[in-house]
């Protein structure tokens, strides 16, 4: 059975761990601390870890999936994600990634295939590196910045008060959404997302 490839996104170092920008790649932690993984580094220039999905104690394994975090700034995610691909042998239609979503509410996980980037700079370097739009995205909600703040500054900023205990919540629903997807498929998956 062919692996997807699972991807969060978010920028390189300890500088910028707790940024809204991050929350794909704290969503990818997540996966890896629920499945005993370690994220290791990759030629493809990615720490990544080969998993498995949906398999309780004593059934039959689950479904098998790379996940990934780019070790490159947001801007240039487009380059470890083809190379991850081609490595793994990964089709197009296996590939997830997980992004941070202004125009989603704080608190929603959102999923879809395709669609355009958002004036997001790192879906926008995937496009260009696999050619196409058509990929699947759990969308994590950051809502809009405050008042008159420049959407840059926003993202490049950890959560506010209010949010910062809301925000494990919002880690765990976007890797239920992830898992639901390589279990369930879009649809069922959407049904599940977009009726709470």
Same mark, same amino acid.
């Given at each position: 059975?062919? $692996?997807?490839?699972? /991807?969060?996104? &978010?920028? %390189?170092?300890?500088?910028?761990? @707790? =940024? !809204?920008?991050? #929350?794909?790649?704290?969503?990818?932690?997540?996966?890896?601390?629920?499945?005993?993984?370690?994220?290791?580094?990759?030629?493809?220039?990615? $720490?990544?870890?080969? /998993?498995?999905? &949906?398999? %309780?104690?004593?059934?039959?394994? @689950? =479904? !098998?999936?790379? #996940?990934?975090?780019?070790?490159?700034?947001?801007?240039?995610?487009?380059?470890?994600?083809?190379?991850?691909?081609?490595?793994?042998?990964?089709?197009?239609?296996?590939?997830?990634?997980?992004?941070?979503?202004?125009?989603?509410?704080?608190?929603?996980?959102?999923?879809?295939?395709?669609?355009?980037?958002?004036?997001?700079?790192?879906?926008?370097?995937?496009?260009?590196?696999?050619?196409?739009?058509?990929?699947?995205?759990?969308?994590?909600?950051?809502?809009?910045?405050?008042?008159?703040?420049?959407?840059?500054?926003?993202?490049?900023?950890?959560?506010?008060?209010?949010?910062?205990?809301?925000?494990?919540?919002?880690?765990?629903?976007?890797?239920?959404?992830?898992?639901?997807?390589?279990?369930?498929?879009?649809?069922?998956?959407?049904?599940?997302?977009?009726?709470?």
């Amino acid at each position: 059975m062919t $692996a997807w490839l699972i /991807v969060g996104l &978010g920028n %390189p170092g300890p500088s910028y761990r @707790g =940024h !809204r920008h991050n #929350i794909g790649a704290m969503v990818v932690d997540e996966l890896a601390a629920r499945t005993s993984a370690s994220l290791r580094s990759h030629k493809a220039r990615a $720490a990544a870890s080969e /998993v498995r999905f &949906g398999a %309780p104690a004593g059934a039959a394994p @689950g =479904h !098998r999936a790379v #996940i990934a975090t780019p070790l490159t700034y947001m801007n240039e995610s487009g380059g470890p994600v083809a190379g991850l691909l081609s490595f793994y042998k990964i089709p197009l239609e296996k590939l997830i990634v997980i992004h941070d979503d202004l125009d989603i509410a704080f608190g929603d996980v959102r999923l879809k295939l395709g669609g355009g980037e958002g004036g997001h700079n790192g879906l926008r370097s995937i496009t260009k590196s696999v050619g196409t739009r058509d990929y699947l995205r759990v969308r994590v909600g950051i809502g809009r910045p405050p008042g008159r703040m420049d959407a840059a500054d926003y993202v490049l900023h950890d959560f506010a008060g209010p949010e910062r205990s809301e925000v494990p919540l919002l880690i765990s629903d976007a890797a239920d959404a992830a898992e639901s997807l390589v279990g369930e498929g879009l649809v069922a998956a959407q049904q599940h997302w977009h009726s709470r």
